[in-house]
């Protein structure tokens, strides 16, 4: 079963060169892929033609209403002489509301500032789906890496035990020299089997985030961040997607209060009705009439104080929601800063390190050193190379981190060739409330069976 297993992680490795062979990608394409094939987006796309179809109800609520309905009743037994069993009537209504104190204008008005927040939460997602993919694409380049470095540190500990075998033999080490270089060996090929592992879950990883197995990566520079720390936090707070929804609910939330308190004034509307009988009688009605609250047992009055704690609460949710973005970018840039000094450092460390691996390994050459020295510095020149990768990784993860504090994170700012969802067409076309059979109405069945295709 061990055996299978490694085979089956040489097999995700070996598909990693082997697809890179033939085609190599950049971030960019990753990206572009993560965008198309996402189905969080598409989740979230429908939720927000779901908000616009709200509207169109609430649309639809100043609209007139026109009902049919038709009647046959059969009376048994019949004790009146003469009279027919069967009595049937059709009959048409209409209903239109004339005054309802700005209620009904009022839920619009909310409903579109609910559409905003929405289109809002759509970016944020976006933003999500993006981030994700470059996490993914960059755990897949580092793993490769490491996967490298572990097979070469293998190789250069497998020499190093022959050679120490080889001393032995002549009898210019011990038998202690051998074996630690077979210890360091042992350890150096479970660390391989286990960055073997994690390029294995990076692999699935990135199918997952981008929609399809990684091909040949190719090395990727940070994002371009130019303005301070100061200035992306005041920009972010004017522009991040998840304060502009907040925005919008404290709107929506004002407006519900003013919708709830016009629930307490009274309601004007004109009510007609045409009805025939099976003897061709019409008669028709047409009136105003108005009604309105007396009392309630206070459900109305509840209503609108509930209204107010919510407005109360969408409030505070933009007081957090602004903080959390501010710290965020001081987060992100605070990260990025890290990841840079310690690319630098880590430069540095491996250059060192390597004039110093070169130099123990010489002398011991020459009996000046011992075996423990030479494992003990290519260690520590194996140690350099690691967070060398990792600090180039963390890096490029920070500087787009840095992009999705800010807002930035999307598909518009980072130029991808892709078809943008553009959510003012289905708004658009539902905004009216249009029925099914008018060109509007047909349009928009004609967007969603496609959509469902």
């Given at each position: 079963m061990i055996k299978r297993a490694k085979i089956a992680t040489w097999a995700v490795v070996v598909a990693v060169a082997v697809s890179g062979a033939a085609k190599a990608e950049t971030l960019a394409d990753a990206l572009t892929s993560a965008y198309n094939n996402s189905g969080l987006l598409e989740q979230n796309r429908a939720l927000l033609r779901a908000a616009d179809e709200d509207l169109a109800q609430s649309v639809a609520s100043t609209l007139p209403v026109i009902n049919w309905s038709a009647s046959a009743i059969n009376t048994y037994p019949n004790n009146v002489p003469g009279a027919d069993l069967?009595?049937?009537?059709?009959?048409?209504?209409?209903?239109?509301?004339?005054?309802?104190?700005?209620?009904?204008?009022?839920?619009?008005?909310?409903?579109?500032?609910?559409?905003?927040?929405?289109?809002?939460?759509?970016?944020?997602?976006?933003?999500?789906?993006?981030?994700?993919?470059?996490?993914?694409?960059?755990?897949?380049?580092?793993?490769?890496?490491?996967?490298?470095?572990?097979?070469?540190?293998?190789?250069?500990?497998?020499?190093?035990?022959?050679?120490?075998q080889d001393r032995f033999e002549v009898g210019e080490v011990t038998r202690t020299d051998v074996a630690l270089a077979e210890a360091r060996l042992a350890a150096a090929r479970s660390a391989l089997a286990a960055a073997e592992g994690e390029l294995a879950r990076s692999f699935e990883e990135y199918r997952a985030a981008i929609g399809h197995a990684p091909q040949q990566l190719r090395p990727v520079s940070p994002a371009p961040v130019s303005q301070g720390i100061e200035d992306a936090k005041n920009f972010a707070v004017r522009n991040h997607p998840n304060i502009i929804q907040a925005q919008h609910a404290v709107s929506a939330a004002e407006l519900n209060i003013r919708r709830a308190e016009a629930a307490l004034g009274p309601t004007i509307s004109l009510e007609g009705f045409v009805s025939i009988d099976p003897d061709a009688n019409e008669s028709r009605q047409i009136g105003i009439q108005a009604g309105g609250p007396i009392y309630g047992g206070g459900r109305l009055s509840s209503q609108i104080r509930q209204f107010m704690s919510r407005r109360d609460a969408a409030r505070s949710s933009l007081l957090v929601t602004s903080q959390g973005v501010a710290q965020q970018v001081g987060n992100a840039y605070s990260f990025l800063r890290v990841a840079r000094a310690s690319r630098l450092a880590s430069d540095q460390q491996i250059r060192a390190a390597r004039v110093a691996f070169e130099g123990v390994r010489e002398e011991a050459k020459l009996g000046s050193r011992t075996t423990l020295d030479v494992l003990n510095a290519e260690q520590e020149l194996l140690d350099a190379q690691a967070n060398l990768i990792s600090a180039q990784a963390e890096e490029v993860n920070a500087s787009y981190s840095v992009l999705a504090a800010m807002g930035l994170l999307n598909a518009d700012h980072l130029r991808l060739p892709v078809q943008q969802y553009d959510p003012s067409q289905y708004y658009n076309l539902a905004k009216d409330a249009p029925i099914a059979m008018s060109p509007q109405g047909e349009a928009l069945d004609r967007v969603l069976k496609a959509i469902g295709n």
């Open positions: 069967l009595q049937a009537n059709a009959r048409i209504s209409a209903s239109l509301t004339l005054y309802d104190g700005g209620a009904n204008r009022l839920a619009i008005e909310s409903q579109k500032e609910t559409i905003l927040g929405t289109r809002q939460s759509l970016r944020s997602v976006e933003q999500d789906v993006l981030l994700r993919a470059v996490q993914a694409y960059l755990q897949v380049s580092s793993d490769t890496e490491f996967v490298s470095l572990r097979q070469n540190n293998v190789r250069v500990l497998t020499q190093e035990f022959r050679a120490a």
